[in-house]
């Protein structure tokens, strides 16, 4: 589904994302994980087109992404939420997701024509992410997990085949975190998206992915099954900071 080849970004010479490939299959639930700083940011926005690599190319389906612009990528089927909260702080749940709906429809170009189902559409994704009560609530009101919430929705509404979550749980406590890591996996699951993450909890990385990646000064020191990464020696002498013997 999601190919990224040998992926390179410096910034004023320093190297953050070092030959980094991965392969995601479709329905896979990958994690990119690694310590502070190894690069996974810069990683899902090479792979986004929020920045430009300086070498390596990704490809979705086959169809080159790199050198695309990221709403480019996002109709090419690939959405995304960010590290930091990405919502319209002043407008209601139900406008947001009202306009990630217009974005997307954007495509057939028709801002005059009031959109097909609309309601049921944004009332669907409300449920769908748990925000049906908050629809009329301002968005910078609502908690922080809700927010987070909110974020998945509008990412859903472009009804990407791949999905890109960084660390959607950061800031959350270990109960949100546990509780919204188990509904980004049922909601993948139902829809078919294939999904690809970043997240700090390793318990719930290790209970949900069926592959993992691992970044290390911006390259990949390795990748496979949970089982095949928790084994992998470099990973637990680098990354886990527990050599064994
Ligand atoms: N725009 C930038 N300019 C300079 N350095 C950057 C920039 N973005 C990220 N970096 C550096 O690249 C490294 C990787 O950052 P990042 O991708 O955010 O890591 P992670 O998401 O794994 O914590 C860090 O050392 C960070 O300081
Ligand atoms: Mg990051």
Not at 35 to 45: E, R
Not at 53 to 74: F, I, M, N, Q, Y
Not at 209 to 231: C, F, K, Q, W, Y
Request: proline share 4%; glycine share 8%; aromatic share 6%.
């Amino acid at each position: 589904m999601l190919e990224v080849r040998e992926l390179t970004k410096s910034f004023s010479g320093f190297t953050a994302v070092n030959q980094a490939s991965l392969t995601v299959a479709e329905g896979d639930i990958h994690a990119v994980i690694g310590p502070n700083g190894a690069g996974k940011s810069t990683l899902f926005n090479l792979i986004t087109g929020h920045l430009i690599p300086d070498s390596g190319e990704v490809t979705l389906k086959g169809e080159r992404l790199t050198g695309l612009a990221p709403h480019a990528v996002v109709r090419r089927g690939l959405g995304r939420s960010f590290q930091r909260i990405s919502v319209f702080l002043r407008m209601t749940v139900w406008e947001n997701v009202q306009i990630a709906l217009v974005a997307k429809d954007a495509r057939e170009f028709c801002f005059w024509k009031p959109l097909q189902n609309e309601k049921e559409k944004i009332a669907q994704l409300l449920e769908t992410v748990r925000l049906e009560e908050e629809a009329k609530v301002v968005a910078g009101e609502l908690s922080y997990g809700k927010q987070k919430q909110l974020e998945l929705a509008l990412a859903l509404a472009g009804e990407p085949r791949v999905l890109l979550l960084d660390e959607p749980t950061a800031g959350m406590s270990p109960r949100e975190t546990e509780e919204s890591i188990l509904l980004i996996t049922k909601i993948v699951k139902e829809r078919g998206v294939t999904l690809l993450f970043t997240e700090h909890d390793m318990n719930m990385v290790f209970g949900i992915a069926n592959r993992i990646s691992v970044l290390h000064h911006g390259a990949v020191i390795a990748s496979g099954t949970p089982d095949e990464v928790r084994g992998n020696h470099a990973v637990q002498e680098v990354y886990l900071g527990r050599p064994t013997h």
